[in-house]
């Protein structure tokens, strides 16, 4: 008798995908494939929401955390963004690190944990800079971690500046530096980096950049940008990459689906990805990435109702207060700019879950940081 404790899915390739889970084997291409595509919405999810119960049970986690982008000047010209500035257009702007700092110290929040920093790739801010800003936040707030600077950034760090990456990681983790984001993975796909993104650099950069950030203790996340021009082929391999980096260098936190906005960019004549979509690439995330613990519902790009309802297809984080959000919102976003706390437990609750305060390393937190 089959006593596996997952729900049947009537769909059989998904079926399948179960019984090997049951058996504790690793999912391959075909069943991410298999998970991706299938029309049996309601048995992926539930295969997803088991996994996810097995590992946090009903809690759902989230920081008090803010939002800080230091400039929107950037040389990229990346196809899909609508928060970059050309550099020399005069329409762009760099906070001082004093500036930033002041932003800071001044946040509504009570019991910030982080600040969320990243930025554009702007040619005229000197390496220094980027050292400032860092000890400048530290001063105005010694106990709030800071997770900043894309891969993206520190392979322009380190190209401006002349010095190797793994220089620039270890005087910027000096300089404050406690965690990285996930941003600038976009797609591991050359076909779409040439056609979307062909000044940023490529895929193998990108996971060495975090390979050396999890040699240092840096933590960091992990993002899949989609909804775009990618295939669902290409989505998986992204997700058997990141698997595959984990298990070389084991720094990854927590993997970010980011669903496409393209109002306001060169491509606002897509549609971008469809609630059902993005509950498949969620659920299918969480069956993949078997060693990242962590799946977030981005509730700013999601939209506070499906990043609830993502909670049953395999996230168990909702991210955090944020304050003030810009690179979504330039997109086109409708979701609020910021939540507080107590908003964000009460959209825990309603969906059924538990809701955890957490910090920067997603350990739970006890008592708030003053």
């Known amino acids: 008798m089959d006593r596996s404790p997952f729900r049947k899915p009537w769909d059989p390739k ?13 999912l391959g291409f075909d069943d991410g494939m298999a998970c991706l595509t299938t029309a049996d919405l309601v048995g992926l ?5 088991d996994r996810r119960r097995a590992r946090f049970g009903q809690n759902a986690f989230f920081i008090v955390n803010q939002h800080l982008n230091y400039t929107n000047v950037c040389e990229n010209g990346c196809v899909f963004c609508a928060f970059h500035k050309k550099p020399g257009t005069g329409k762009g702007y760099t906070l001082s690190p004093e500036e930033a700092a002041s932003r800071i110290a001044e ?32 001063r105005a707030r010694p106990r ?15 190209a401006a500046s002349g010095l190797p990456v793994r220089e620039i990681l270890t005087r910027l983790k000096a300089a404050g530096l406690d965690a990285m984001p996930g941003g600038g993975a976009e797609v591991f796909s050359d076909r779409v980096r040439k056609r979307l993104f062909p000044n940023k650099i490529d895929a193998r950069s990108w996971l060495e950049i975090h390979g050396l950030a999890h040699d240092l203790r840096i933590p960091t996340n992990a993002t899949l940008l989609f909804g775009h021009v990618e295939t669902p082929k290409e989505c998986i391999a992204h997700l058997l990459t990141l ?7 084991g720094g990854f936190q927590a993997f970010i ?10 491509l606002s004549h897509l549609p971008g990805p469809t609630g059902v979509e993005i509950l498949r690439l969620i659920a299918t995330a969480r069956l993949m990435l078997d060693n990242i613990d962590h799946i977030k519902a981005y ?5 506070l109702n499906l990043a609830q309802t993502a909670l049953y297809f395999g996230a168990d984080d909702l991210e955090g207060t944020l304050v003030h959000e810009q690179i979504a919102h330039e997109a086109g976003a409708k979701t609020e700019q910021g939540l507080t706390r107590s908003r964000l437990e009460e959209l825990t609750r309603e969906g059924g879950f538990v809701p ?3 910090d920067t390393f997603h350990r739970r937190v006890a008592s708030p940081c003053p």
């Open 257 to 266: 689906p980011l669903p496409f906005h393209p109002n306001r960019t060169a």
């Open 356 to 358: 955890v305060q957490r």
């Open 144 to 158: 709030v971690k800071i997770k900043a600077f894309t891969a993206v950034e520190i392979a322009h760090m380190a």
């Open 299 to 303: 509730w700013v790009m999601l939209g």
């Open 107 to 138: 946040s509504p929040l009570d019991g910030l944990q982080e600040v969320h920093m990243v930025g554009g790739c702007n040619p005229d801010i000197p390496f220094g800079y980027y050292l400032d800003l860092l000890q400048a936040i530290k």
């Open 14 to 26: 998904l079926a399948l995908v179960g019984k090997k889970l049951f058996q504790g084997k690793r």
């Open 45 to 49: 999810g539930g295969l997803a929401h």
């Open 243 to 249: 698997r595959e980096q984990q298990d070389r260098t």
